[in-house]
């Protein structure tokens, strides 16, 4: 079974544009949440999907915003980057709701805002 | 507010030392997952433990979860160079809320 794939793997973007990432879950899994890995901050939860709605949302701002399709697939974007947004971005499905499966993450979207 | 906290931070020990590795809160988990890191790549899924005083073992690490469930330990025993990587706890409190990780401890086994 193949797992969680996530595209572009390196992207490099400049202050005030905007960027789209993709997570493509294991085949069967329904939930999609998504992360951000710093090195001061650890790991922080963003959103997770589940059957294209979203579930619940991390502390963050408004430019962050994602979607599910019909598929599970998600994608997450962000609007107008900031210096601070540049992260490892992960993503991770499970069969369902997160609190009561287990996640597997995919190998992440290094983005660095300059 | 950070509810997990991980101890130590850091970690270099050398080949076939023991260690332990600490994961505490003042919240209630209904579970509690162990993920190990290597860099450039997504956390990989150790283990999970839902039962208080509940003990794991995989192969040469040993997962204990607190009587309370809001602590937990892991002990690698004789550790190898292979274990070498950033070992992360998360915790689930169940209903609607994702999981909350722990800023990890970076873990270094010299040869």
């Known amino acids: 079974k193949a797992g969680v794939t996530q595209t572009p793997r390196y992207l490099i973007k400049t202050r005030g544009q905007q960027v789209t990432l993709s997570c493509s879950p294991i085949s069967g899994h329904r939930s999609v949440s998504w992360y951000q890995q710093t090195p001061g901050q650890g790991l922080q939860f963003l959103f997770e999907?589940?059957?294209?709605?979203?579930?619940n949302k991390g502390n963050f701002p408004g430019r962050f915003s994602g979607r599910q399709f019909s598929n599970s697939r998600s994608e997450m974007n962000v609007s107008t980057l900031e210096l601070g947004d540049s992260a490892l971005y992960l993503c991770?499905?499970?069969?369902?709701?997160?609190?009561?499966?287990?996640?597997?993450f995919g190998p992440g979207t290094r983005l660095t805002v300059t | 507010t950070q509810l997990l906290e991980q101890s130590p931070q850091f970690l270099s020990i050398q080949e076939g030392e023991n260690l332990t590795v600490y994961c505490n809160s003042s919240?209630?988990?209904?579970?509690l997952q162990w993920y190990r890191q290597e860099p450039g790549e997504g956390p990989v899924l150790l283990v999970t433990v839902v039962t208080g005083g509940e003990v794991k073992k995989l192969k040469r690490l040993t997962f204990q979860f607190g009587d309370a469930r809001k602590d937990s330990s892991l002990h690698i025993t004789a550790a190898q160079p292979g274990d070498t990587g950033l070992y992360l706890c998360?915790?689930?409190?169940?209903?609607?809320?994702?999981?909350?990780f722990g800023k990890g401890t970076h873990l270094i086994i010299q040869p």
């Open positions: 999907y589940f059957s294209e709605t979203q579930r």
């Open positions: 991770a499905s499970s069969l369902a709701a997160s609190a009561y499966y287990e996640q597997y």
């Open positions: 998360a915790g689930a409190q169940g209903g609607a809320d994702g999981l909350t």
């Open positions: 919240s209630v988990f209904s579970s």
